[in-house]
T-cell receptor, first 112, second 112 residues
Framework: NAGVTQTPKFQVLKTGQSMTLQCAQD?????MSWYRQDPGMGLRLIHY???????DQGEVPNGYNVSRSTTEDFPLRLLSAAPSQTSVYFC???????????FGSGTQLSVL | GESVGLHLPTLSVQEGDNSIINCAYS??????FIWYKQESGKGPQFIID?????DKRQGQRVTVLLNKTVKHLSLQIAATQPGDSAVYFC???????????FGTGTRLLVSP
């Protein structure tokens, strides 16, 4: 059972480039979410989804876009990368909103 | 939890000691609480959870205590091992299908 799978593990971008962070879960979870984690800070919610076709903004959504066309996949798009988006990104899922979250292993992103 | 900026609170213990990590939560309506462990370079990993109708729950070498009167949650780790070295943080659900809210964490350092 793979759980939550994130790719890539590491990525370096130049300012202005775009890219997509992939996230897939095989637990048939309805709720999926993206967080960023900066040194010494807690997890900050970027976007989330309560089911296929439904997405909403978290506390730090600017510069990011998401879609949820299937239950399994929840990609995060950086539209035009900025150095402020240098961070570690985690995808997480749970059966329902507010329940125990299962996290992926993270993507370390550097924007130069 | 509140952001403590770049410096996480740190608890240093000797191998074999018992560790107690504390968390003050923010909302008296919160009814579900989770402790996570995050090792360096990895995603957060579920340790134990507790609902508000309980004040204590035990797992393997871990115990979570909930004091609703003072809105305080603690994680006790028995016979701490070097492999327990990590950042530990709590999360709360503020009721119903609300999203989890995460604290910033405490770093546990275990020396042999």
């Amino acid at each position: 059972n793979a759980g939550v799978t994130q790719t890539p593990k590491f990525q370096v971008l130049k300012t202005g480039q775009s890219m997509t962070l992939q996230c897939a879960q095989d637990m048939n979870h309805e709720y999926m979410s993206w967080y960023r984690q900066d040194p010494g800070m807690g997890l900050r919610l970027i976007h989330y989804s309560v089911g296929a076709g439904i997405t909403d903004q978290g506390e730090v959504p600017n510069g990011y876009n998401v879609s949820r066309s299937t239950t399994e996949d929840f990609p995060l798009r950086l539209l035009s990368a900025a150095p402020s988006q240098t961070s570690v990104y985690f995808c997480a899922s749970s059966y329902l909103t507010g329940e125990k979250l299962f996290f992926g292993s993270g993507t370390q992103l550097s924007v130069l | 939890g509140e952001s403590v900026g770049l410096h996480l609170p740190t608890l240093s213990v000797q191998e074999g000691d018992n560790s107690i990590i504390n968390c003050a939560y923010s909302n008296s309506a919160s009814d579900y609480f989770i402790w996570y462990k995050q090792e360096s370079g990895k995603g957060p990993q579920f340790i134990i959870d507790i609902r508000s109708n309980m004040d204590k729950r035990q797992g393997q070498r871990v115990t979570v205590l909930l004091n609703k009167t003072v809105k305080h949650l603690s994680l006790q780790i028995a016979a701490t091992q070097p492999g327990d070295s990590a950042v530990y943080f709590c999360a709360e659900n503020m009721g119903g299908f609300q999203k989890l809210v995460f604290g910033t964490g405490t770093r546990l350092l275990v020396s042999p």
